[in-house]
């Protein structure tokens, strides 16, 4: 699904290598506003497709676990300087990223990504303005399209720049835009979908080798049973296994 962190800070790896032991409790990373993938409820609780995922995987692998919230930007650095021992965020697998983290087997197929723009527009994507979350394989995508790239440090923020002019469209999940869309009358999907990435898996310091066993079994469980396709049915996260 999203995003690519084209930066990292690679002087914490030997900090987060020096925490990454024995696990009482687990804490788990995500972003809290990327619906249907993680938000934040009415009672400010995470929420979302990785929220029972996560609390299902946890209780598998036999661990206490908690969650914590943290801006996209920073979400990498964070878990290698310790402040959490997972990142469950919808964060797409690739080798960027790997270069820095490991991954678990991936949680959801690779995704769609979609263009919403201004209903009714006819827009040349190739020369237009295009809005996407800075840090993500749409970003990515867009600057290396030939269209002019706008970035902004979180979801929301896309989409306000397509209604207020300052993008021509959004480039986005498709299960980030859909609910929007259909929620927008002024709003809707231009141009064809696009697969960016290779699926989106649980990011894990380079030295939690155990821990990261565990969740790739627990994973591997719920695909097996089925389990797992009736969380993506649910939340519409895409294609199920």
Request: net charge negative; glycine share 8%.
């Amino acid at each position: 699904m999203k995003k690519l962190i084209l930066t990292t800070t690679v002087l914490t790896l030997a900090a987060g290598a020096a925490l990454a032991g024995s696990h009482s409790v687990v804490r788990l990373g995500t972003e809290g506003a990327y619906p249907p993938f993680n938000f934040l409820n009415d009672k400010g609780e995470v929420d979302g497709f990785e929220r029972e995922l996560g609390d299902e995987l946890c209780a598998r692998a036999e661990l206490t676990c908690e969650w914590v919230t943290n801006d996209w930007d920073s979400i990498i650095p964070n878990l290698v300087s310790g402040n959490y021992d997972v990142i469950i965020a919808g964060m797409s697998i690739t080798e960027e990223r790997e270069a820095v983290i490991d991954f678990t087997q991936n949680y959801t197929q690779p995704d769609p990504s979609a263009f919403l723009a201004a209903e009714g527009s006819e827009i040349d994507l190739t020369g237009a303005v295009i809005a996407a979350q800075a840090n993500t394989i749409q970003a990515s995508y867009v600057a290396s399209s030939g269209a002019t790239l706008v970035e902004f440090a979180s979801p929301d923020e896309t989409i306000a720049a397509v209604r207020n002019g300052e993008a021509d469209a959004v480039l986005a999940d498709k299960a980030f835009l859909s609910p929007i869309a259909e929620e927008s009358a002024e709003l809707d999907f231009v141009g064809e979908d696009v697969l960016i990435g290779g699926g989106v898996g649980m990011g894990l310091r380079e030295s939690d080798n155990d821990l990261r066993d565990k969740f790739d079994a627990a994973i591997q469980s719920m695909k097996d049973d089925g389990s797992l396709n009736a969380l993506i049915e649910k939340w519409q996260i895409g294609a199920t296994f």
